[in-house]
Nanobody, 124 residues
Framework: QVQLVESGGGLVQAGGSLRLSCVASGRTFSTYAMGWFRQAPGKEREFVAAIAWSGYNTYYASSVKGRFTISGDNAENTVYLQMNSLKPEDTAVYYC?????????????????WGQGTQVTVSS
């Protein structure tokens, strides 16, 4: 079992910044990649960003590329999402996920553990 706990969400004005954190505990030795997804009311969970621990390669959704930065430390079992130039359309619950041993980085079904989510609200 792996437990993921997100933090750092909140209310921010458009153009502002937030930094989300995700700490993993439990059987984390089998973690190959971590990702951030978000889900707005009435919408499906969508990919935001991911980081692969082998080489620390990063991947982004086109809607956040250039504004968001994913980073982390595999040894510390921690992943961050720095969000700059936030827009009202970024409003959602943000989830941290652990990807399965194989699969894509952008499909939610390829992740087997999730945190409880943290709310991000961007006002216009």
């Amino acid at each position: 079992q792996v437990q993921l706990v997100e933090s750092g969400g909140g209310l921010v004005q458009a153009g502002g910044s937030l930094r989300l954190s995700c700490v993993a505990s439990g059987r984390t030795f089998s973690t190959y990649a971590m990702g951030w997804f978000r889900q707005a009311p009435g919408k499906e969970r969508e990919f935001v960003a991911a980081i692969a621990w082998s080489g620390y390669n990063t991947y982004y959704a086109s809607s956040v590329k250039g504004r968001f930065t994913i980073s982390g430390d595999n040894a510390e079992n921690t992943v961050y999402l720095q969000m700059n130039s936030l827009k009202p359309e970024d409003t959602a619950v943000y989830y941290c996920g652990k990807r399965r041993a194989s699969g894509t980085y952008y499909r939610a079904n390829d992740y087997d553990y999730w945190g409880q989510g943290t709310q991000v609200t961007v006002s216009s």
